[in-house]
């Protein structure tokens, strides 16, 4: 398997673009999480997926901040209108669920978003 | 609210050397706790998970070893060599209540120079 892919790698955008970051988990994994890495707060969760609903989106910033997974092999997070504040690493991760908990999660490579 | 403490978070040593990173915890119901690498620019490995019901994990030079009670997890790594310069992350996966899952709570890493 290829692991977790996520699209772009790198991503510059000036202040109030729409951004969509993508991500693809591994083939039969049922769970997908979404997280922001930055200098200050460190690794955040911002949502996470079973079997793509939303199970707890309680880390999404504000409401520019939107993520969906119409299917299992694929999700997206979207921010729009986009801010300075809004650089950071995102994460995309899965893991397969065992007895309704969750194990070890796999990594994508991040994007790192830069808005100008 | 759980809150995960890494000391120290920066750690410069010569190549060799034994050592120890140190991971803390507020709250004692957890579920497991995973200890990560991140290599610059990449995404997070796992590199041991010990479930709360254990007291270590091992693997190859690394040993985790985890004290619920006093909220408290150690990552040894012996004779260290340059490849094990990283950040290494502690997280630990917190129970959730009303049936859903929980998530991963991370510290912000300790980063480990291992010169030649």
């Known amino acids: 398997d290829a692991g977790v892919i996520q699209s772009p790698r790198h991503e510059v955008t000036e202040m109030g673009q729409e951004v969509t970051l993508r991500c693809k988990p591994i083939?039969?994994?049922?769970?997908l999480f979404w997280y922001r890495q930055t200098m200050m707060r460190g690794l955040e969760l911002l949502i996470y997926f079973n079997n793509n609903v939303p199970i707890d989106d309680s880390g999404m910033p504000e409401d520019r901040f939107s993520a969906k997974m119409p299917n299992a092999s694929f999700s997206t997070l979207k921010i729009q209108p986009s801010e300075p504040r809004d650089s950071a690493v995102y994460f995309c991760a899965s893991s397969l669920g065992i007895s309704g908990r969750v194990v070890t999660q796999y990594f994508g490579p991040g994007t790192r978003l830069l808005v100008l | 609210k759980q809150e995960v403490t890494q000391i120290p978070a920066a750690l410069s040593v010569p190549e060799g050397e034994n050592l120890v990173l140190n991971c803390s915890f507020t709250d004692s119901a957890i579920y497991n706790l995973q200890w990560f690498r991140q290599d610059p620019g990449k995404g997070l490995t796992s590199l041991l998970l010990?479930?709360?019901?254990?007291r270590e994990q091992t693997s190859g030079r690394l040993n985790a070893s985890l004290d619920k009670s006093s909220g408290r997890s150690t990552l040894y790594i012996a004779a260290s060599q340059p490849g094990d310069s990283a950040t290494y992350l502690c997280?630990?996966?917190?129970?959730?209540?009303?049936?859903?899952?929980?998530?991963?709570?991370f510290g912000k890493g300790t980063k480990l120079s291992v010169k030649p």
């Open positions: 083939s039969g994994h049922d769970y």
């Open positions: 997280a630990v996966y917190r129970w959730s209540s009303g049936g859903s899952q929980g998530n991963l709570i």
């Open positions: 010990i479930q709360s019901s254990q």
